[in-house]
């Protein structure tokens, strides 16, 4: 079912203003003014728009307002980082790092809006974390489904921080795996998200879809998408290895998720409402696309 058009403007305008709201904190007068560091002041900008996204989840109910933001705002920390970076970096690396990141977030950000149903929609996990948490269900609706995810892909845009200031290094060798990895990451993101939607759109009741990349790998999006911070990880080590304790950990935070919340949370799920797919999961591989096993 595709949104109202009352719903895209509501998401146009939260949108708006949480970006807004961002670049004030980051040229304004406000922690600019007072010589916040970089890149702490991004993170600031970063936690200001989230807080503007909650105000809008909360007055409309749905804290899916939240669903795009994880692929809006890398983009523009990119472009910003980019902007504001050293001069002596090594331009090919930075070409071919927002040329990437771009690329990432218009793919995911156009997957979602295609297939988003509106603001009738929401998330069915959100409901779930806010009942768990009772009383502290708007602390958990605040720190969890909002604040957390907004750190966390900060963490995992740090080495684009890297790359825009430390990248002195000449294009290489890492480097050339890294563009590798990550375009690699988006072509499997969209493949596996093209057979998902085709298969949903004449899926029978309690059928899961089992073909394409989904025989090999029970979560290829997944997995295309903690490549992709992969990616901008080995990005962030070619420009700037001395570095590795910062650069690192986003990407090793985002397969822990998906290994350690997301798959399980969703697999548990469909053990729930599929019958089936205790057998699926015996035969494919959780994350990794490996051949079925017999």
């Known amino acids: 079912m595709a949104a109202r ?71 523009l920390l990119a472009v910003h980082w980019y902007a504001t970076g050293g001069d002596a970096i090594d331009g090919l690396r930075a070409l071919a790092v927002i040329v990437l990141v771009v690329l990432w977030g218009i793919r995911l950000t156009a997957n979602w809006a295609i297939h988003w149903g509106g603001l009738g929609h929401e998330d069915w996990r959100y409901p779930l974390v806010r009942q768990r948490a009772g009383k502290a269900a708007i602390l958990a609706d605040l720190f969890g489904i909002h604040l957390f995810p907004t750190v966390q892909v900060f963490l995992g845009c740090l080495p684009v921080y890297a790359v825009m200031n430390f990248g002195r290094a000449p294009f290489g060798l890492l480097d050339a795996v890294a563009v590798a990895v990550t375009l690699g990451a988006i072509a499997i993101e969209t493949v596996a998200d093209r057979q998902l939607h085709a298969f949903v759109a004449r899926k029978q009741p309690g059928s899961f879809i089992q073909s394409g990349l989904w025989a090999w790998s029970r979560h290829p999006n997944y997995f295309g998408e903690m490549s992709f911070w992969w990616g901008l990880m080995l990005f962030g080590l070619a420009a700037a290895p001395q570095f590795w304790w910062w650069i690192a950990p986003g990407a090793l935070a985002m397969t822990a998720m998906f290994l350690f919340a997301s798959i399980p949370f969703m697999d548990q799920r469909s053990l729930e409402r599929r019958p089936g797919f205790a057998d699926y999961m015996r035969r494919t591989s959780a994350l990794v696309p490996l051949p079925p096993k017999r």
């Open 5 to 75: 058009p009352a719903d895209n403007l509501a998401i146009v305008i939260a949108y708006g203003l949480c970006v807004a709201a961002g670049a004030a904190v980051l040229y304004g007068a406000g922690l600019h003014g007072v010589g916040l560091p970089a890149p702490w002041d991004a993170l600031a900008a970063d936690v200001v728009a989230t807080l503007v996204i909650f105000g809008f989840s909360r007055a409309y109910g749905n804290s899916s307002f939240y669903d795009a933001y994880w692929s809006v705002i890398p983009p």
